[in-house]
């Protein structure tokens, strides 16, 4: 989704954006339906040689000044290419995690600038070795256009099968075990004894779905939880919930806390990795410790109870989502590239 907005939004005076992706990629598909310039590249591991040629010769080619890299098979092929390509273009990283790495070498050696999605990853990547001053936090920004609760009044709870009068708290993240969806079905025994019409919505999918079954058939919640699977129309979504919640294990810089409250959406969330940064505790939500169900029930079920509260936060909510925009985030990638190319040609 960052790569995405990052491509639709680059200025087309300054620069020519072109997306290199695995064959039968979606995120090919995406970008080609916007209009986006694509080429495919099978990369079969890591260090693949016969992508590196493919790579040499798409940026001869193609006369690619900056490569923009993601992940590890792209980074290590992509930027042993860049080195080895007679234009040499400039490399930038992005680490979008901050959990534990076991190479700096792309880091340290194989990159000329890293971006971070989050100050905590930044200074957590510093901590585990990479020069600091090749380690530059460009925050994920959110559409304040598209999530923007005056002009999306529409929600999904017809759809759904939610009452328009239920009080529905939820959240929206691939089901994985660092997303914590387990404490928040823990949680939600708590809440639903207190508010037993209330619903819980968990959007999404992901490898431990029948995990999270199984819990709700443990817990007997089946009546109470909502599971529609991935939802394209996020802002309509996220207008069908009262609270967002974010149990999260570990976290870089979740976007999706952002446009919950660019929806005026008041947020309970785990106090781990970049979420302290743009979550205040009391003021636009709640903060709680990771793991801790009993926090998360507690902090819902006081928001549940108290609808000017919810108001008033998600009004909050909604002034930091503006201070950390799409736009800023386009503008810093920006400098950020112009810079690059100013060193390059001296």
């Given at each position: 989704?960052?790569?995405?907005?990052?491509?639709?939004?680059?200025?087309?005076?300054?620069?020519?954006?072109?997306?290199?992706?695995?064959?039968?990629?979606?995120?090919?598909?995406?970008?080609?339906?916007?209009?986006?310039?694509?080429?495919?590249?099978?990369?079969?591991g890591?260090?693949?040689?016969?992508?590196?040629?493919?790579?040499?010769?798409?940026?001869?080619?193609?006369?690619?000044?900056?490569?923009?890299?993601?992940?590890?098979?792209?980074?290590?092929?992509?930027?042993?290419?860049?080195?080895l390509?007679?234009?040499?273009?400039?490399?930038?990283?992005?680490?979008?995690?901050?959990?534990?790495?076991?190479?700096?070498?792309?880091?340290?050696?194989?990159?000329?600038?890293?971006?971070?999605?989050?100050?905590?990853?930044?200074?957590?990547?510093?901590?585990?070795?990479?020069?600091?001053q090749?380690?530059?936090?460009i925050?994920?920004?959110?559409?304040?256009?598209?999530?923007?609760p005056?002009?999306?009044?529409?929600?999904?709870?017809?759809?759904?099968?939610?009452?328009?009068?239920?009080?529905?708290?939820?959240?929206?993240?691939?089901?994985?075990?660092?997303?914590?969806?387990?404490?928040?079905?823990?949680?939600?025994?708590?809440?639903?004894?207190?508010?037993?019409?209330?619903?819980?919505?968990l959007?999404?999918?992901?490898?431990?779905k029948?995990?999270?079954?199984?819990?709700?058939?443990?817990?007997?919640?089946?009546?109470?939880?909502?599971?529609?699977?991935f939802?394209?129309?996020?802002?309509?979504l996220?207008?069908?919930?009262?609270?967002?919640?974010?149990?999260?294990?570990?976290?870089?810089?979740?976007?999706?806390?952002?446009?919950?409250?660019?929806?005026?959406?008041?947020?309970?969330?785990?106090?781990?990795?970049?979420i302290?940064?743009?979550?205040?505790?009391?003021?636009?939500?709640?903060?709680?410790?990771?793991?801790?169900?009993?926090?998360?029930?507690?902090?819902?079920?006081?928001?549940?109870?108290?609808?000017?509260?919810?108001?008033?936060?998600?009004?909050?909510?909604?002034q930091?989502?503006?201070?950390?925009?799409?736009?800023?985030?386009?503008?810093?990638?920006?400098?950020l590239?112009?810079?690059?190319?100013?060193?390059?040609?001296?």
């Amino acid at each position: 989704m960052r790569i995405m907005r990052e491509l639709i939004g680059l200025s087309r005076e300054s620069f020519r954006p072109l997306l290199v992706c695995q064959p039968e990629s979606q995120l090919a598909k995406k970008a080609e339906a916007q209009g986006i310039d694509v080429e495919l590249v099978k990369i079969r591991g890591n260090i693949d040689p016969i992508s590196v040629i493919k790579f040499i010769r798409l940026f001869h080619r193609r006369k690619v000044n900056i490569v923009h890299t993601h992940s590890n098979a792209d980074s290590w092929n992509a930027a042993i290419a860049a080195k080895l390509s007679s234009g040499r273009p400039t490399v930038v990283r992005t680490r979008h995690l901050s959990v534990p790495f076991n190479n700096r070498l792309i880091y340290n050696f194989m990159a000329d600038r890293v971006v971070t999605v989050g100050e905590a990853v930044r200074q957590f990547m510093i901590r585990k070795g990479i020069r600091p001053q090749k380690v530059l936090t460009i925050s994920s920004g959110v559409d304040v256009d598209r999530f923007n609760p005056e002009k999306v009044r529409e929600t999904l709870r017809d759809k759904l099968g939610i009452p328009s009068d239920a009080l529905v708290f939820g959240t929206a993240a691939i089901f994985r075990r660092n997303k914590g969806h387990r404490f928040l079905l823990e949680a939600a025994s708590t809440i639903l004894d207190r508010f037993p019409t209330a619903k819980l919505l968990l959007a999404g999918d992901g490898p431990q779905k029948g995990n999270l079954l199984q819990i709700i058939d443990e817990k007997h919640l089946q009546s109470s939880v909502v599971m529609p699977g991935f939802v394209e129309d996020m802002p309509r979504l996220l207008n069908s919930l009262d609270i967002f919640v974010f149990p999260s294990v570990e976290e870089a810089f979740p976007n999706a806390i952002l446009e919950a409250m660019a929806m005026n959406k008041p947020v309970v969330a785990t106090r781990v990795g970049g979420i302290p940064d743009i979550l205040e505790d009391g003021e636009t939500g709640y903060l709680v410790e990771p793991e801790n169900s009993d926090a998360i029930a507690d902090r819902v079920i006081k928001l549940l109870s108290n609808q000017q509260l919810r108001l008033e936060m998600g009004q909050k909510g909604r002034q930091v989502a503006l201070e950390n925009n799409q736009q800023i985030m386009i503008e810093k990638l920006e400098r950020l590239y112009s810079g690059l190319m100013e060193n390059f040609h001296k």
